[in-house]
């Protein structure tokens, strides 16, 4: 959307404001101002769940009375913002859309923030979108008939990638930083590996298992020099950079395609350090496997076992007799014995089967 000079201004001073702490409390806090000169509300706040835990939430409240949070397990069921938000393309819904002002004040939602003491009349809710464990809600309440307008939306929607990078980034390095010097905290978080710059070239530092990880995704480029950061790496961060503030979601993960497993880079802008603003690339290597449903185990042999978790990983024939030491006819003999001992009809048939089998309920 075109944005006013002064629109603008606000804009650059709250993504600088969102991306100056680890501190997801504070760094809410130190934005609310200028949030509320962008979108005026009476209050807003921002919620946390985990998927496995869809009730679960964890609040931060920006001006938000501490009764909302508290009751809003029961609000939820009557929750007709909540609903359009969670789904794509996640364009914040508002009041009194999809309902009309007749509609709304029958809701059960009105009625019982009307029992409860908060008289809202207009919502307007994003979710964001925090591809880890877990996702979070932005909602902007008010307590006046002034509906949001169809311009508030959509700036609500431009700054959304930026609430959920902050809010991402706090998740995965907020509780460590909290306990000593950030630098000195990524070496103690857990299940990655990581490569803090100072862009463009100065490499800070690294924890201990990162120039091994990154040998094995690199190893003709890094077999004279294991001491520099793999050149398609240094050019996604240069881009990154580039971009400054208008980097669209899902940019800052990069994601190199192996034989068994993807190594996945999520490049994250840390708060300034000393006078520099460094970065952390964050290296994880991730499996593409379809997990094995448990009665599928009680009804093949431990060779036949190490087969199909070999297909769930989506590898070839050729990459499963390799890994396990056998054959290619031997490989293709355990599968033409593995599907009518599953009742599966085909290598494609039982992924499907053991996706399937991973929904809940």
Known sequence: MNLTPHEQALVLELTQTLSSSLDLTEVL????????KLLPCDYAA?????PE??????WLGLGAPGILFTHYPELAAVDIVREPAMQPPHVPPRDPDPLSRKELKRSLLYLRCRELGLPLENVMAVLLDLRQDWHGGFTLYREHTLPFSERE???????????????RNCRLFGNEATRGDLLDALFRHQGAECVVMDPPEHEKLRTPGATELLRRWY???LKADDSRLPQELREHLARLRALGTKRTPGVDTWTRSGGKQDLKVTFVELPEQRGGRPWVLVLQECSRAIPMPEPWRQKLSKREVEVVQGVLC???NETIAEDLGLTLNTVKTHLRNIFPKLGIESRTDLLYQAAWRQKPG
């Open 29 to 36: 806090a130190r934005s609310h101002g200028t949030l509320a």
């Open 46 to 50: 921002l919620c946390v769940s985990r």
């Open 53 to 58: 835990r869809p009730g679960d939430y964890e």
């Open 153 to 167: 939306q959509a700036l609500l929607e431009d700054l959304t990638p930026y609430l959920a990078n902050t809010v």
């Open 219 to 221: 190893p003709e480029e």
């Open 314 to 316: 989506n590898w070839t």
